[in-house]
């Protein structure tokens, strides 16, 4: 089996710029880099062009493809214009889409369980007949995945990697991180790349309660990424803290040399410019329709928080960063999971409050129940 090097980089760190780097340097090293994300792989293309890269359904879909077999042509369509562009105004249909698509509105079905259970697949039997099912839904390529890896994910010797690196690691599932290992030689090494308090997504994929992500469990050795660029005291003191019931990250791992201020506001109209955070799309939303905005991006790519106001939730929010950062108000029900100290809910609140570099604007609630 592939060398597995689990490489720990706390927030502003420079995880992004490393792989960057080491990929860029590779000359001889028949290698690849799997993202997160079909558009962080095209970021990487543009900053790598020579290097291959791609998420692991892409990176693996020549050899998965012939696995589809029930899958039915087509694909549902969602006007998703919030993710390219403004709001232009209340009453713009591109922010009742973005209430719609909210993944709490989705009911779940069996084949949501399926998914998990698939993701969960860490080895042994299949938790269930895989041919007895048709790829669709939540399971529409992670199927032909999990039957290619039944089959024992047949890849020539010829077509193997010599080296690979994994972006955004912590979000990785058994069965997405077995399918990566598989492209390379058993004799290569892979790199992974992540914060396992920034695993906000491991639920949906099967991690349970306060498990760390399976490619720190997988891993032979482990390295820690310490010198941070975003995120000063006493702000990167209190995230260390507020995480600590999950991961114990030490804040000096990840602690800016500048500083970074921790301040109460009160959300009554929204601030000139900065990254404002909300718990769920609901919060957003009701944030943009109370403050009357226009032209207001409601995702970070598509505005700049440092020059103008920028609506995120905090899942969406991983990656970005601003001067100024704002925490709407959590309900009720949040801020009791933060109390029992959920880890789900503990790595979002961590992802939240390592966005800021200059100043973090926290409500008064959610502030009074922050390790300080």
């Known amino acids: 089996m592939p060398r597995v090097v689990a490489i720990d980089g706390p927030p502003g760190t420079g995880k992004t710029r490393r792989i960057v ?33 791609g998420t692991v359904y892409s990176l693996t879909w020549p050899y998965v493809r012939d696995y589809l077999k029930g899958a039915k042509a087509g694909v549902a369509y969602s006007n998703r214009a919030y993710t390219a562009r403004k709001i232009h105004h209340l009453f713009d249909t591109a922010l009742d889409q973005y209430l719609l698509d909210a993944p709490s509105r989705r009911a779940r079905d069996q084949l949501d369980f399926m998914a998990k259970a ?16 048709l790829p669709k839904g939540p399971i529409k390529y992670l199927l032909p995945l999990a039957r290619w890896l039944e089959d024992g994910a047949p890849v020539p010797e010829a077509e193997k990697y010599d080296c690979l690196m994994i972006d955004e690691a ?19 090494n892979v790199w992974t790349f992540g914060d396992p308090g920034q695993a906000i997504f491991g639920e949906s994929k099967g991690m349970k309660g306060a498990q760390l992500p399976p490619v720190w469990q997988r891993a032979d050795e482990t390295e820690v990424l310490n010198k941070g660029w975003r995120v000063g005291d006493n702000v990167a003191s209190v995230a260390a803290a507020a995480l600590r019931s999950y991961y114990d990250r030490p804040a000096a791992t990840f602690r800016a040399d500048h500083s970074t201020q921790l301040l109460t506001w009160r ?3 929204p601030p000139r410019r900065g990254l404002v955070l909300g718990y769920s799309r609901h919060s957003v939303a009701k944030a943009f ?7 207001t991006g409601i995702v970070p790519k598509v505005g700049r928080a440092d020059e103008e106001l920028v609506l995120s939730t905090g899942h969406a929010a991983k990656g970005a960063e601003a001067d100024d950062v704002y925490l709407l108000p959590w309900s009720r029900v949040a801020l009791e999971r933060f109390e029992r100290r959920e880890p789900q809910t503990v790595r979002l609140l961590y992802v939240m409050l390592t966005r800021a570099r200059r100043r973090l604007h926290v409500p008064r609630t959610l502030r009074a129940r922050l390790p300080i």
């Open 21 to 53: 780097a080491e990929a860029s340097a590779w000359t001889t090293e028949n290698g690849a880099v799997v993202t997160y994300t079909n558009d962080a792989a095209a970021v990487l293309q543009q900053r790598a062009p020579d290097v291959p890269s």
């Open 118 to 133: 698939l993701h969960d697949w860490r080895d042994g039997d299949p938790p269930f007949d895989l041919d007895s099912e």
């Open 170 to 188: 912590q979000d990785m599932s058994w069965t997405e991180l077995r399918a990566a290992l598989a492209l390379v030689k058993a004799d290569g």
């Open 267 to 269: 959300p009554d109209s």
């Open 289 to 295: 329709r109370g403050w009357g905005l226009r032209g």
